[in-house]
Protein backbone atom coordinates (compact mmCIF):
# COMPACT_ATOMS: atom_id res chain seq x y z
CA UNK A 1 0.00 0.00 0.00
CA UNK A 2 1.23 3.51 -0.99
CA UNK A 3 2.28 6.22 2.04
CA UNK A 4 -0.85 8.46 1.10
CA UNK A 5 -3.37 5.52 0.90
CA UNK A 6 -2.56 4.32 4.43
CA UNK A 7 -2.52 7.74 5.61
CA UNK A 8 -6.41 7.69 4.00
CA UNK A 9 -7.18 4.39 6.09
CA UNK A 10 -5.95 5.59 9.38
CA UNK A 11 -8.35 9.01 8.73
CA UNK A 12 -11.06 6.39 8.12
CA UNK A 13 -10.29 4.53 11.05
CA UNK A 14 -10.35 7.52 13.76
CA UNK A 15 -13.38 9.01 11.74
CA UNK A 16 -15.31 5.55 12.54
CA UNK A 17 -14.34 6.27 16.27
CA UNK A 18 -15.48 9.41 16.10
CA UNK A 19 -18.95 8.50 14.37
CA UNK A 20 -19.22 5.71 17.19
CA UNK A 21 -18.63 7.98 19.79
CA UNK A 22 -21.95 10.04 18.53
CA UNK A 23 -20.00 12.85 16.23
CA UNK A 24 -20.46 12.92 12.87
CA UNK A 25 -19.33 16.18 12.06
CA UNK A 26 -15.63 18.17 12.27
CA UNK A 27 -14.48 21.30 11.03
CA UNK A 28 -11.28 21.83 10.62
CA UNK A 29 -10.12 25.39 9.79
CA UNK A 30 -6.63 25.82 7.56
CA UNK A 31 -5.22 29.28 8.53
CA UNK A 32 -2.88 29.20 5.34
CA UNK A 33 -3.61 30.81 2.08
CA UNK A 34 -1.26 28.64 0.30
CA UNK A 35 -3.01 25.68 1.93
CA UNK A 36 -6.27 26.93 0.83
CA UNK A 37 -5.05 26.71 -2.52
CA UNK A 38 -3.06 23.42 -2.32
CA UNK A 39 -6.35 21.61 -0.99
CA UNK A 40 -8.40 22.79 -3.70
CA UNK A 41 -6.35 21.90 -6.28
CA UNK A 42 -5.85 18.82 -5.07
CA UNK A 43 -9.64 17.90 -5.10
CA UNK A 44 -8.94 16.74 -1.44
CA UNK A 45 -11.97 17.81 -1.09
CA UNK A 46 -13.89 15.43 -2.28
CA UNK A 47 -12.57 12.78 -0.86
CA UNK A 48 -12.82 13.41 2.49
CA UNK A 49 -15.67 11.38 4.96
CA UNK A 50 -19.13 13.57 4.84
CA UNK A 51 -18.90 15.54 7.85
CA UNK A 52 -15.27 16.32 7.30
CA UNK A 53 -15.25 19.75 6.27
CA UNK A 54 -12.03 21.84 5.72
CA UNK A 55 -12.61 25.74 5.92
CA UNK A 56 -10.26 28.13 5.14
CA UNK A 57 -9.36 30.87 7.46
CA UNK A 58 -7.36 34.71 7.67
CA UNK A 59 -4.43 33.17 5.70
CA UNK A 60 -4.45 35.04 2.62
CA UNK A 61 -2.86 38.46 3.98
CA UNK A 62 -4.17 40.30 0.72
CA UNK A 63 -6.91 39.08 2.18
CA UNK A 64 -7.58 40.45 5.48
CA UNK A 65 -5.51 43.93 4.37
CA UNK A 66 -8.28 46.50 5.61
CA UNK A 67 -9.82 48.78 2.42
CA UNK A 68 -8.56 51.79 4.17
CA UNK A 69 -5.28 50.39 3.41
CA UNK A 70 -5.82 49.48 0.01
CA UNK A 71 -7.12 53.51 -0.70
CA UNK A 72 -4.63 54.93 1.10
CA UNK A 73 -1.71 53.07 -1.14
CA UNK A 74 -3.95 54.41 -4.56
CA UNK A 75 -4.17 57.78 -2.69
CA UNK A 76 -0.25 57.28 -2.71
CA UNK A 77 0.14 56.39 -5.84
CA UNK A 78 -1.45 58.95 -7.29
CA UNK A 79 0.99 61.60 -6.01
CA UNK A 80 3.30 62.77 -8.40
CA UNK A 81 6.55 62.22 -6.45
CA UNK A 82 5.57 58.71 -5.38
CA UNK A 83 6.28 55.33 -6.42
CA UNK A 84 4.65 52.22 -4.61
CA UNK A 85 6.68 49.27 -4.55
CA UNK A 86 4.56 46.35 -3.75
CA UNK A 87 4.11 42.26 -3.88
CA UNK A 88 2.76 41.80 -6.78
CA UNK A 89 -0.96 40.43 -5.30
CA UNK A 90 -2.11 43.84 -4.04
CA UNK A 91 -1.76 45.31 -7.91
CA UNK A 92 -4.96 44.58 -9.04
CA UNK A 93 -7.30 44.73 -5.63
CA UNK A 94 -9.95 47.20 -5.92
CA UNK A 95 -10.10 50.10 -3.90
CA UNK A 96 -12.95 52.63 -3.28
CA UNK A 97 -11.65 54.86 -6.11
CA UNK A 98 -9.62 52.50 -8.41
CA UNK A 99 -7.02 49.79 -8.12
CA UNK A 100 -3.19 50.48 -8.12
CA UNK A 101 -3.56 48.63 -11.96
CA UNK A 102 -5.72 51.61 -12.57
CA UNK A 103 -3.68 54.12 -11.30
CA UNK A 104 -0.80 53.03 -13.11
CA UNK A 105 -3.13 53.07 -16.36
CA UNK A 106 -3.76 56.62 -15.13
CA UNK A 107 0.43 57.09 -15.04
CA UNK A 108 0.88 56.70 -11.93
CA UNK A 109 4.04 54.24 -10.69
CA UNK A 110 3.38 51.25 -9.06
CA UNK A 111 6.56 49.07 -9.37
CA UNK A 112 6.15 44.85 -8.18
CA UNK A 113 9.09 43.73 -6.06
CA UNK A 114 9.43 40.35 -4.70
CA UNK A 115 11.46 41.37 -1.92
CA UNK A 116 11.36 44.23 0.64
CA UNK A 117 14.69 45.35 -0.13
CA UNK A 118 14.09 45.49 -3.89
CA UNK A 119 12.10 48.44 -2.57
CA UNK A 120 15.10 50.51 -0.68
CA UNK A 121 17.15 49.51 -4.21
CA UNK A 122 14.81 51.26 -6.00
CA UNK A 123 14.97 53.97 -3.58
CA UNK A 124 18.73 54.88 -3.60
CA UNK A 125 18.25 54.49 -7.74
CA UNK A 126 15.39 57.15 -7.71
CA UNK A 127 16.53 59.75 -5.08
CA UNK A 128 14.02 62.52 -6.43
CA UNK A 129 11.11 59.98 -6.05
CA UNK A 130 9.44 58.83 -2.42
CA UNK A 131 9.60 55.25 -2.90
CA UNK A 132 6.25 53.46 -0.32
CA UNK A 133 6.35 49.73 0.33
CA UNK A 134 3.30 48.18 0.70
CA UNK A 135 4.74 46.25 3.99
CA UNK A 136 2.07 42.89 3.97
CA UNK A 137 2.68 39.61 5.15
CA UNK A 138 2.50 37.55 8.50
CA UNK A 139 5.46 36.58 10.58
CA UNK A 140 6.81 34.61 7.52
CA UNK A 141 7.25 38.28 5.40
CA UNK A 142 7.84 40.50 7.91
CA UNK A 143 11.57 39.60 8.55
CA UNK A 144 12.31 40.78 5.39
CA UNK A 145 10.30 44.13 5.86
CA UNK A 146 12.52 44.47 9.22
CA UNK A 147 16.13 43.98 7.65
CA UNK A 148 15.13 46.45 4.82
CA UNK A 149 13.89 49.00 6.87
CA UNK A 150 16.92 48.66 9.02
CA UNK A 151 18.68 48.86 5.68
CA UNK A 152 17.51 51.93 4.75
CA UNK A 153 18.21 53.31 8.15
CA UNK A 154 21.91 52.47 8.25
CA UNK A 155 22.45 53.43 4.68
CA UNK A 156 20.22 56.62 5.13
CA UNK A 157 17.86 56.36 2.65
CA UNK A 158 15.76 59.17 3.61
CA UNK A 159 13.61 58.49 0.22
CA UNK A 160 11.99 55.06 1.32
CA UNK A 161 8.98 54.29 4.40
CA UNK A 162 6.82 51.77 4.72
CA UNK A 163 3.07 51.21 4.61
CA UNK A 164 2.58 49.02 7.36
CA UNK A 165 0.29 45.93 7.74
CA UNK A 166 1.74 43.24 9.03
CA UNK A 167 -0.24 40.87 11.41
CA UNK A 168 0.40 37.77 13.64
CA UNK A 169 -1.78 34.69 12.91
CA UNK A 170 -2.20 33.30 16.70
CA UNK A 171 -3.76 36.45 17.74
CA UNK A 172 -6.36 36.26 14.88
CA UNK A 173 -6.71 32.28 15.47
CA UNK A 174 -7.92 33.39 19.38
CA UNK A 175 -10.39 35.81 18.48
CA UNK A 176 -12.13 32.91 16.13
CA UNK A 177 -12.63 31.06 18.58
CA UNK A 178 -13.74 33.85 21.27
CA UNK A 179 -16.50 34.46 18.29
CA UNK A 180 -19.86 32.34 18.89
CA UNK A 181 -21.07 32.38 15.50
CA UNK A 182 -18.02 29.92 14.61
CA UNK A 183 -17.43 26.60 15.28
CA UNK A 184 -13.82 25.45 14.91
CA UNK A 185 -12.68 21.77 16.14
CA UNK A 186 -9.01 22.31 15.31
CA UNK A 187 -6.35 24.00 12.84
CA UNK A 188 -4.45 22.78 10.66
CA UNK A 189 -1.68 25.40 11.31
CA UNK A 190 0.11 27.35 8.95
CA UNK A 191 3.73 25.45 7.99
CA UNK A 192 5.94 29.02 6.65
CA UNK A 193 4.52 31.06 9.90
CA UNK A 194 5.52 28.68 12.12
CA UNK A 195 8.98 28.05 10.58
CA UNK A 196 9.81 31.44 11.72
CA UNK A 197 7.77 31.03 14.89
CA UNK A 198 8.21 27.22 15.78
CA UNK A 199 5.24 24.84 16.30
CA UNK A 200 5.24 25.09 20.40
CA UNK A 201 3.74 28.80 19.74
CA UNK A 202 0.65 27.10 19.73
CA UNK A 203 0.53 25.65 23.17
CA UNK A 204 -1.71 28.42 25.09
CA UNK A 205 -4.31 28.10 22.12
CA UNK A 206 -4.22 24.28 22.83
CA UNK A 207 -4.13 24.93 27.12
CA UNK A 208 -7.04 27.92 26.99
CA UNK A 209 -9.38 26.18 24.18
CA UNK A 210 -8.46 22.40 24.01
CA UNK A 211 -8.17 22.08 20.40
CA UNK A 212 -6.04 20.63 18.26
CA UNK A 213 -3.04 22.66 16.59
CA UNK A 214 -0.95 20.77 13.55
CA UNK A 215 1.21 22.39 11.26
CA UNK A 216 1.51 20.96 8.03
CA UNK A 217 3.69 21.66 4.89
CA UNK A 218 1.61 21.38 1.60
CA UNK A 219 1.71 18.76 -0.65
CA UNK A 220 -1.26 16.29 -0.40
CA UNK A 221 0.69 13.82 1.86
CA UNK A 222 1.73 16.56 4.17
CA UNK A 223 -2.16 17.82 4.54
CA UNK A 224 -3.79 14.29 5.19
CA UNK A 225 -0.96 14.15 7.50
CA UNK A 226 -1.92 17.16 9.38
CA UNK A 227 -5.94 16.15 9.10
CA UNK A 228 -5.18 12.96 10.03
CA UNK A 229 -3.27 13.98 12.98
CA UNK A 230 -6.19 16.22 14.06
CA UNK A 231 -8.75 13.52 14.28
CA UNK A 232 -6.79 11.14 16.08
CA UNK A 233 -6.72 14.07 18.69
CA UNK A 234 -10.08 14.55 18.16
CA UNK A 235 -11.15 10.18 18.45
CA UNK A 236 -8.45 9.98 21.76
CA UNK A 237 -9.60 13.76 23.08
CA UNK A 238 -5.79 14.88 23.59
CA UNK A 239 -5.58 18.03 21.53
CA UNK A 240 -2.15 19.10 21.59
CA UNK A 241 0.72 21.13 19.69
CA UNK A 242 2.38 19.17 17.06
CA UNK A 243 4.12 19.48 14.01
CA UNK A 244 4.33 17.34 10.70
CA UNK A 245 6.47 19.23 8.98
CA UNK A 246 10.27 18.66 8.93
CA UNK A 247 11.01 22.35 7.72
CA UNK A 248 9.50 23.43 11.13
CA UNK A 249 11.33 23.14 14.71
CA UNK A 250 10.24 23.54 18.42
CA UNK A 251 11.24 26.90 18.66
CA UNK A 252 11.30 28.36 15.25
CA UNK A 253 13.73 30.91 13.35
CA UNK A 254 15.26 32.70 16.32
CA UNK A 255 17.46 35.30 14.05
CA UNK A 256 14.50 36.16 12.56
CA UNK A 257 12.60 36.70 15.61
CA UNK A 258 14.99 38.93 16.96
CA UNK A 259 14.67 40.63 13.66
CA UNK A 260 11.29 41.30 14.28
CA UNK A 261 11.93 42.23 17.56
CA UNK A 262 14.29 44.44 16.83
CA UNK A 263 11.98 46.66 14.96
CA UNK A 264 8.12 46.18 15.57
CA UNK A 265 6.25 46.65 18.30
CA UNK A 266 3.26 44.86 18.33
CA UNK A 267 0.19 46.75 18.21
CA UNK A 268 -3.72 46.82 17.58
CA UNK A 269 -4.95 46.06 13.91
CA UNK A 270 -7.66 45.68 11.70
CA UNK A 271 -8.63 43.04 9.96
CA UNK A 272 -11.11 42.47 7.17
CA UNK A 273 -14.13 40.10 8.08
CA UNK A 274 -12.51 40.12 12.00
CA UNK A 275 -12.37 44.23 13.01
CA UNK A 276 -9.59 45.43 15.66
CA UNK A 277 -8.09 42.32 17.30
CA UNK A 278 -5.42 43.29 20.22
CA UNK A 279 -2.04 42.99 19.96
CA UNK A 280 -1.84 41.30 16.81
CA UNK A 281 0.11 43.52 14.27
CA UNK A 282 3.32 45.10 14.02
CA UNK A 283 4.17 48.82 14.40
CA UNK A 284 7.86 50.22 13.36
CA UNK A 285 9.34 51.09 17.02
CA UNK A 286 10.35 54.35 17.76
CA UNK A 287 13.81 54.75 16.68
CA UNK A 288 12.58 53.52 13.68
CA UNK A 289 9.27 55.89 12.99
CA UNK A 290 10.61 58.23 9.99
CA UNK A 291 10.23 54.88 7.63
CA UNK A 292 6.62 55.35 8.39
CA UNK A 293 4.54 56.43 5.52
CA UNK A 294 1.66 56.91 8.15
CA UNK A 295 3.71 59.65 9.42
CA UNK A 296 5.56 60.60 6.76
CA UNK A 297 2.38 61.69 4.22
CA UNK A 298 -0.06 63.45 6.23
CA UNK A 299 -2.85 61.29 4.80
CA UNK A 300 -6.28 61.93 4.86
CA UNK A 301 -8.68 59.76 7.00
CA UNK A 302 -9.70 56.54 5.14
CA UNK A 303 -12.99 54.28 6.09
CA UNK A 304 -13.11 50.78 6.54
CA UNK A 305 -15.93 49.39 4.20
CA UNK A 306 -16.06 46.45 2.03
CA UNK A 307 -17.16 46.39 -1.16
CA UNK A 308 -20.74 46.31 -1.87
CA UNK A 309 -22.34 42.74 -1.71
CA UNK A 310 -19.17 41.33 -1.23
CA UNK A 311 -19.12 38.29 1.28
CA UNK A 312 -15.10 38.29 1.60
CA UNK A 313 -15.22 39.23 5.18
CA UNK A 314 -16.83 35.87 5.94
CA UNK A 315 -15.30 34.09 3.93
CA UNK A 316 -11.95 35.03 5.50
CA UNK A 317 -13.71 34.17 8.84
CA UNK A 318 -14.79 30.83 7.84
CA UNK A 319 -18.77 32.10 8.35
CA UNK A 320 -19.42 31.15 4.26
CA UNK A 321 -17.49 29.57 1.77
CA UNK A 322 -17.40 31.44 -1.75
CA UNK A 323 -20.06 29.94 -3.47
CA UNK A 324 -22.63 31.33 -0.98
CA UNK A 325 -21.57 34.54 -1.83
CA UNK A 326 -24.43 35.49 -4.76
CA UNK A 327 -21.69 37.50 -6.47
CA UNK A 328 -19.08 34.68 -6.84
CA UNK A 329 -18.74 33.57 -10.75
CA UNK A 330 -21.34 35.30 -11.52
CA UNK A 331 -19.99 39.70 -11.34
CA UNK A 332 -17.49 38.73 -9.50
CA UNK A 333 -14.73 36.38 -11.23
CA UNK A 334 -11.06 36.67 -11.65
CA UNK A 335 -10.51 39.07 -14.49
CA UNK A 336 -13.00 41.39 -13.04
CA UNK A 337 -12.83 40.83 -9.01
CA UNK A 338 -15.07 42.82 -6.63
CA UNK A 339 -13.10 41.97 -3.37
CA UNK A 340 -9.40 40.59 -2.73
CA UNK A 341 -10.84 37.13 -2.37
CA UNK A 342 -11.02 36.93 -5.58
CA UNK A 343 -7.74 38.51 -6.50
CA UNK A 344 -5.31 37.08 -4.51
CA UNK A 345 -3.38 33.81 -5.78
CA UNK A 346 -4.16 32.73 -2.35
CA UNK A 347 -7.82 33.93 -1.79
CA UNK A 348 -10.24 31.53 -1.02
CA UNK A 349 -12.57 32.62 -3.74
CA UNK A 350 -9.87 32.75 -6.38
CA UNK A 351 -8.66 28.96 -5.44
CA UNK A 352 -12.50 27.99 -5.46
CA UNK A 353 -13.44 29.53 -8.45
CA UNK A 354 -10.32 27.84 -10.37
CA UNK A 355 -10.92 24.45 -9.00
CA UNK A 356 -13.98 24.19 -7.18
CA UNK A 357 -16.20 25.58 -8.78
CA UNK A 358 -18.78 22.55 -10.04
CA UNK B 1 2.08 35.10 0.32
CA UNK B 2 3.52 33.01 2.77
CA UNK B 3 5.03 30.43 -0.40
CA UNK B 4 8.52 29.26 0.42
CA UNK B 5 10.70 27.13 -2.41
CA UNK B 6 13.03 25.12 -1.69
CA UNK B 7 16.13 25.83 -2.92
CA UNK B 8 20.17 24.65 -3.00
CA UNK B 9 22.98 26.96 -2.77
CA UNK B 10 24.90 26.90 -4.89
CA UNK B 11 27.75 29.92 -4.04
CA UNK B 12 27.78 32.31 -1.57
CA UNK B 13 29.33 35.77 -1.19
CA UNK B 14 29.41 36.80 2.51
CA UNK B 15 25.09 36.64 3.45
CA UNK B 16 23.77 36.72 -0.62
CA UNK B 17 23.51 33.48 -2.19
CA UNK B 18 23.21 31.87 -5.57
CA UNK B 19 19.92 29.25 -5.40
CA UNK B 20 18.89 27.36 -8.22
CA UNK B 21 15.33 27.32 -7.97
CA UNK B 22 13.54 25.17 -10.65
CA UNK B 23 16.60 25.01 -12.70
CA UNK B 24 16.96 29.27 -12.47
CA UNK B 25 19.61 31.24 -10.36
CA UNK B 26 18.41 33.59 -7.91
CA UNK B 27 20.16 35.72 -5.14
CA UNK B 28 18.73 34.88 -1.86
CA UNK B 29 20.19 37.06 1.32
CA UNK B 30 20.90 34.52 3.94
CA UNK B 31 20.77 36.45 6.92
CA UNK B 32 17.84 35.02 8.67
CA UNK B 33 20.12 31.76 8.47
CA UNK B 34 23.75 32.97 9.10
CA UNK B 35 24.74 29.17 9.27
CA UNK B 36 23.84 28.08 6.02
CA UNK B 37 26.62 26.90 3.93
CA UNK B 38 27.30 25.93 -0.10
CA UNK B 39 25.28 22.67 -1.24
CA UNK B 40 22.91 23.13 1.41
CA UNK B 41 18.87 22.93 0.82
CA UNK B 42 17.54 26.23 1.58
CA UNK B 43 13.54 27.65 2.03
CA UNK B 44 13.53 30.79 0.40
CA UNK B 45 10.82 33.44 1.30
CA UNK B 46 10.82 36.98 -0.51
CA UNK B 47 13.98 36.78 -1.65
CA UNK B 48 15.54 35.46 1.95
CA UNK B 49 16.46 31.94 3.08
CA UNK B 50 14.26 31.40 6.30
CA UNK B 51 15.41 27.76 7.18
CA UNK B 52 17.93 25.16 6.11
CA UNK B 53 16.57 21.69 5.37
CA UNK B 54 17.35 18.10 5.43
CA UNK B 55 17.72 16.94 1.65
CA UNK B 56 15.71 13.82 2.23
CA UNK B 57 13.08 15.98 3.56
CA UNK B 58 12.82 18.36 0.44
CA UNK B 59 12.39 15.13 -1.73
CA UNK B 60 9.94 13.89 0.50
CA UNK B 61 7.36 17.02 0.83
CA UNK B 62 8.25 19.62 -1.45
CA UNK B 63 6.45 18.08 -4.94
CA UNK B 64 3.24 20.54 -5.06
CA UNK B 65 5.32 23.83 -3.64
CA UNK B 66 7.70 23.71 -6.79
CA UNK B 67 4.57 23.29 -9.34
CA UNK B 68 2.66 26.08 -7.64
CA UNK B 69 5.66 28.35 -7.47
CA UNK B 70 5.96 27.44 -12.33
CA UNK B 71 2.27 27.51 -11.96
CA UNK B 72 2.60 31.77 -10.28
CA UNK B 73 5.35 32.49 -12.67
CA UNK B 74 2.75 31.82 -15.68
S1 LIG C 1 -16.96 36.01 -4.65
FE1 LIG C 1 -16.14 38.08 -4.94
S2 LIG C 1 -17.67 39.43 -4.07
FE2 LIG C 1 -18.08 37.36 -3.25
S3 LIG C 1 -16.91 37.24 -1.34
FE3 LIG C 1 -15.57 36.47 -2.95
S4 LIG C 1 -14.38 38.27 -3.59
FE4 LIG C 1 -16.15 39.05 -2.44
Redesign the pocket.
Known amino acids: MNRIAEIRKKIDAYWDTLLSSGRDDVRIMEICGTHTVSISRSGLRATFPKGLKLISGPGCPVCVTGQSYVDKAVYLARQPDVIIATYGDMVRVPGATGSLEAVRGEGGKVEVVYSAHQAVDLARRCEDKQVVFLAIGFETTAPATALAIQKADREGVENFSALLSHKLVIPAMRALLNDKDIRIDGFLCPGHVSVITGWRVYEPIVNEFARPCVVAGFDDEQILKGICEILRQLAEQSPAACCVYPAVSETGNLHAQEVIHETFDVIDTYWRGIGIIPASGLGLKERFSRFDADKRFNLPVFEEHD ?1 P ?4 GE ?1 ISGKCI ?1 PE ?1 P ?3 T ?2 TPRE ?6 VSSE ?1 S ?1 AAYYKYDRH | MCLAIPAKIESLDQHIATVDLAGAKVRADTTLTPEAKVGDWVLVHAGYTITILDEKDVRETFAVLREMDELQKR
Not at chain 1, 309 to 312: D, F, I, K, Q, V
Not at chain 1, 337 to 342: A, E, K, L, Y
Open positions: PGCRCVPCLFGICPIGPCMGC
